[in-house]
């Protein structure tokens, strides 16, 4: 079965500073990957998605993911974090017709 | 921008009580799904439902749960006795073609008591 990993539990980063956080999924073939944030107490909202063609997708927002398929990675990345970033972050991949979500990366942006 | 609309936003049930969690999908939407997240915890897949049908299920999908969609536009979770542990926020969420991803309401935040 499909699975995602996220690494990072909790990021604490200052505002300006740069942000990556790490995903890294199981399967080998074909793969449909989603970036979806949560802002406290919100729903789940779409920042991005892979299907295929250029691996270097932007999303809303300013983020963007890389999809390195030789090390099963789609890492979420921004230059410079606002304080309005903070939020709770999922990775997920399409499994047949459902999604198999990381179990999320907290961040924390202070002024 | 379409949205997926879910009601109540938080509703408070006795244990063994029966629940209804309603969702209304985008218009033109064909799959539908409910997803649920424990607090603290990872978001997690529980059914979907595709042409008047369950076309998957998780583990966490027992007789306790059941879906339907009763009139072409809502689509329901009822959940028949619950259990403490069912307290968590249910999500629903519907997708048109599989690769366009997917679009989440904001969730029912089920309190069993």
């Known amino acids: 079965a499909q699975s995602v990993s996220q690494h990072n539990h909790h990021v604490i980063l200052s505002e300006a500073a740069s942000l990556e956080l790490g995903c890294n999924y199981s399967?080998?073939?074909?793969?449909?990957l989603f970036w979806y944030v949560q802002y406290p107490g919100q729903h789940l909202q779409l920042l991005l998605k892979y299907f295929s063609g250029d691996p270097l997708v932007k999303g809303i927002k300013g983020f963007e993911a890389e999809f390195i398929k030789s090390k099963f990675s789609f890492n979420l990345r921004k230059p410079s974090v606002q304080w309005s970033d903070t939020a709770e972050y999922f990775c997920a991949v399409r499994s047949t017709d459902k999604l198999i979500f990381g179990t999320g990366t907290r961040l924390q942006v202070f002024p | 921008e379409p949205e997926v609309t879910q009601t109540p936003s938080h509703q408070v049930t006795q244990m063994g009580q029966e629940v209804i969690l309603r969702c209304v999908p985008i218009?033109?939407?064909?799959?539908f799904y409910w997803y649920r997240q424990i607090l603290g915890q990872k978001v997690e897949f529980l059914v979907s439902f595709y042409n008047n049908e369950i076309s998957e299920k998780s583990e966490i999908f027992d007789d306790q749960f059941s879906v339907e969609r009763p009139d072409g536009s809502n689509f329901t979770l009822k959940i028949r006795s619950t259990k403490l542990e069912d307290s968590a926020m249910y999500f629903c969420?519907?997708?048109?073609?599989?690769?366009?991803?997917?679009?989440f309401g904001s969730g029912t935040r089920l309190t069993v008591v």
């Open positions: 399967y080998g073939g074909t793969v449909n």
């Open positions: 969420a519907s997708s048109g073609y599989l690769d366009y991803g997917y679009t």
């Open positions: 218009s033109n939407h064909l799959y």
